[in-house]
């Protein structure tokens, strides 16, 4: 986990891809796409099944590491249209007692009211203190912007010419892009300007590049 201060208060990066806000106790988590594996079964493409279970599997490790009182969805929480694992997650938001936030991404084509049926507030943005939260990076005047949908990610090069690409929690002057919390979600790589801090994560750490 990495700590970082901005505008004053405490945020918590953690290795899962997820923000934890210290203190409002709310956990923010950036383009799960459920039911995308789903969707890549229903087209032939041979994803294991139990990759269905990852984001309850990393919610649910969350929920013991933090104490969470609201739970805010950057956008994309499903792929597409509805499918069976939409009954997975109507089962498992029934058994939660938090408040719970949707912020309307492009890949969210579900109707909001079965969204709000379940008591999960849906909005197009939110402010917060001197906070915004949308689904899309945006330039906001006097706010500190968290969002998602970019998936960042960067190269890293090793000794030998080796490469490789992890996702990360990218944040420059007023913004940060929140890493894709879903799995099969792909990854946008960014070019690090200088100001721009890059924070990489494995799935176990995370780490902020050297020079950023």
């Known amino acids: ?40 079964r229903k087209n032939g493409l041979a994803v294991p099944r139990e990759a269905e279970g990852t984001f309850y599997k990393k919610i649910a490790g969350l929920f013991k590491k933090f104490s969470v009182k609201r739970l805010i969805f950057l956008g994309d929480l499903f792929h597409s249209f509805q499918n069976n694992e939409w009954h997975l997650f109507e089962a498992w938001i029934k058994q939660q007692s938090i408040m719970t936030i949707l912020i309307h991404g492009n890949h969210d084509i579900i109707p909001s009211w079965k969204f709000k049926k379940l008591g999960i507030d849906v909005k197009e943005y939110f402010e917060e ?20 949908h970019i998936h960042p990610g960067v190269k890293l090069k090793g000794v030998g010419l080796q490469q490789l690409k992890l996702p990360c929690f990218f ?42």
């Open 1 to 40: 986990m990495k700590k970082v201060k901005i505008k004053h208060q405490q945020f918590i990066l953690d290795p899962s891809g997820a923000v934890y806000w210290e203190e409002k106790e709310s956990l923010l988590i950036a383009d799960v796409h459920l039911g995308k594996v789903a969707h890549f």
């Open 129 to 148: 203190e001197h906070f915004y939260f949308s689904h899309f990076p945006v330039d906001k005047k006097n706010y500190f912007v968290f969002c998602g």
């Open 171 to 212: 944040q420059s002057k007023n913004q940060l892009i929140l890493p894709a919390f879903g799995a099969f979600t792909g990854l946008h790589v960014l070019i690090p300007k200088k100001g721009n801090q890059v924070y990489v994560t494995s799935g176990k750490e995370v780490m902020k590049i050297k020079g950023t």
